[in-house]
């Protein structure tokens, strides 16, 4: 969870005094803000809680977008896809008597808190959301709920046959290209003069005992030691590829220093095989099954319930920026 900072130029309250509606008269819209927006069997979203999270997505934008009306019914849809789609799991969830015991939950709110360093932080981060304590455990709850959905849903995904592995390798061979590699140290210097001498010194030391020494670069304190670099990849390496292993390159200037790299290894560009590859096709599988069998399952869940939405609530919802 990462906190939410208004940006300048919009000043949003997140309240239904920042939501305005359609009605003036204060009496109206205290009974309007219960009333339902969308219905999902017996799951209700109020239009307070609508408006509320109309407004928390809308907090980070710049007072331009906040007031496009694509912006704003780009909002409204995505809270409104995923009310229903949480409902239709939660429901699905009691229907198959998947719960979240007190342990559980516990548990993920412990892991979840010690990411921050202090509980001062942990709530300041909550209120800059504008959502309290109880209201983020329900959330996660909610969420350890879905994950034993997805879990269940997916009981029935069997592990992929040499015949798929075999046939996605051969339908996509350009994903298992590899470009050519090389294996690189490097020492960085702030001065050209001290980096001509650090090259010289190369005759009698080794780049790792002198980057562990001189460079000014996060990896001098390991020996230099960049690693691979794919070609193309890091514009500033893209010299090195011309180097001959084990002899340093010319020294070139960045905007780190004045680098002298060696070229310990290279790997010329290559496809992986079908045994190299397995692991990662084994999860695209996976990935693809799991995404198909979940759309599959969502609408049979739409076409047995009761989902309805109230339009006129939901334009009446509208955004002040000051």
């Given at each position: 969870?990462?906190?939410m900072?208004?940006?300048?130029?919009?000043?949003?309250?997140?309240?239904?005094?920042?939501?305005?509606?359609?009605?003036?008269?204060?009496?109206?819209?205290?009974?309007?803000?219960?009333?339902?927006?969308v219905?999902?069997?017996?799951?209700?979203?109020?239009?307070?809680?609508?408006?509320?999270?109309?407004?928390?997505k809308?907090?980070?934008?710049?007072?331009?977008?906040?007031?496009?009306?694509?912006?704003?019914?780009?909002?409204?849809?995505?809270?409104?896809?995923?009310?229903?789609?949480?409902?239709?799991?939660?429901?699905?969830?009691?229907?198959?008597?998947?719960t979240?015991?007190?342990?559980?939950?516990?548990?993920?709110?412990?892991?979840?808190?010690?990411?921050?360093?202090?509980?001062?932080?942990?709530?300041?981060?909550?209120?800059?959301?504008?959502?309290?304590?109880?209201?983020?455990?329900?959330?996660?709850?909610?969420?350890?709920?879905?994950?034993?959905?997805?879990?269940?849903?997916?009981?029935?995904?069997?592990?992929?046959?040499?015949?798929?592995?075999?046939?996605?390798?051969?339908?996509?061979?350009?994903?298992?290209?590899?470009?050519?590699?090389?294996?690189?140290?490097?020492?960085?210097?702030?001065?050209?003069?001290?980096?001509?001498?650090?090259?010289?010194?190369?005759?009698?030391?080794?780049?790792?005992?002198?980057?562990?020494?001189?460079?000014?670069?996060?990896?001098?304190?390991?020996?230099?030691?960049?690693?691979?670099?794919?070609k193309?990849?890091?514009?500033?390496?893209?010299?090195?590829?011309?180097?001959?292993?084990?002899?340093?390159?010319?020294?070139?200037?960045?905007?780190?220093?004045?680098?002298?790299?060696?070229?310990?290894?290279?790997?010329?560009?290559?496809?992986q095989?079908?045994?190299?590859?397995?692991?990662?096709?084994?999860?695209?599988?996976?990935?693809?099954?799991?995404?198909?069998?979940?759309?599959?399952?969502?609408?049979?869940?739409?076409?047995?319930?009761?989902?309805?939405?109230?339009?006129?609530?939901?334009?009446?919802?509208?955004?002040?920026?000051?």
């Open positions: 969870m990462s906190p900072a208004a940006r300048i130029g919009l000043n949003l309250i997140l309240s239904l005094a920042a939501v305005l509606l359609t009605s003036c008269h204060s009496k109206s819209n205290s009974q309007k803000t219960q009333q339902p927006v219905k999902v069997n017996s799951r209700v979203l109020t239009l307070k809680d609508f408006s509320n999270q109309v407004g928390r809308l907090k980070d934008l710049d007072s331009l977008s906040a007031k496009s009306e694509e912006t704003v019914l780009f909002v409204k849809e995505e809270i409104i896809r995923s009310f229903i789609t949480r409902s239709l799991i939660l429901d699905f969830a009691e229907s198959k008597k998947l979240v015991t007190s342990n559980e939950l516990d548990n993920e709110v412990k892991e979840l808190r010690s990411s921050y360093p202090d509980d001062v932080t942990f709530r300041k981060t909550l209120a800059e959301e504008s959502i309290s304590f109880s209201e983020w455990q329900e959330q996660l709850k909610a969420r350890l709920i879905e994950k034993k959905v997805f879990a269940h849903i997916n009981e029935k995904i069997k592990t992929p046959t040499a015949e798929e592995l075999n046939r996605y390798y051969t339908q996509n061979k350009d994903q298992f290209k590899t470009k050519e590699r090389v294996y690189i140290r490097q020492i960085v210097v702030e001065e050209l003069s001290k980096a001509e001498h650090l090259k010289s010194e190369l005759k009698k030391q080794s780049l790792d005992k002198l980057a562990s020494k001189y460079s000014i670069s996060p990896e001098g304190k390991s020996g230099g030691l960049v690693g691979w670099i794919s193309g990849d890091v514009d500033l390496f893209d010299p090195v590829f011309s180097y001959k292993v084990g002899a340093p390159g010319p020294v070139f200037k960045s905007a780190f220093g004045y680098h002298i790299v060696l070229v310990e290894r290279r790997s010329p560009p290559s496809v095989s079908l045994e190299e590859a397995k692991p990662r096709i084994i999860r695209q599988i996976l990935s693809l099954k799991e995404q198909a069998l979940f759309t599959e399952w969502l609408d049979a869940q739409l076409r047995s319930s009761r989902v309805s939405r109230d339009n006129n609530l939901i334009n009446a919802v509208r955004v002040d920026t000051k």
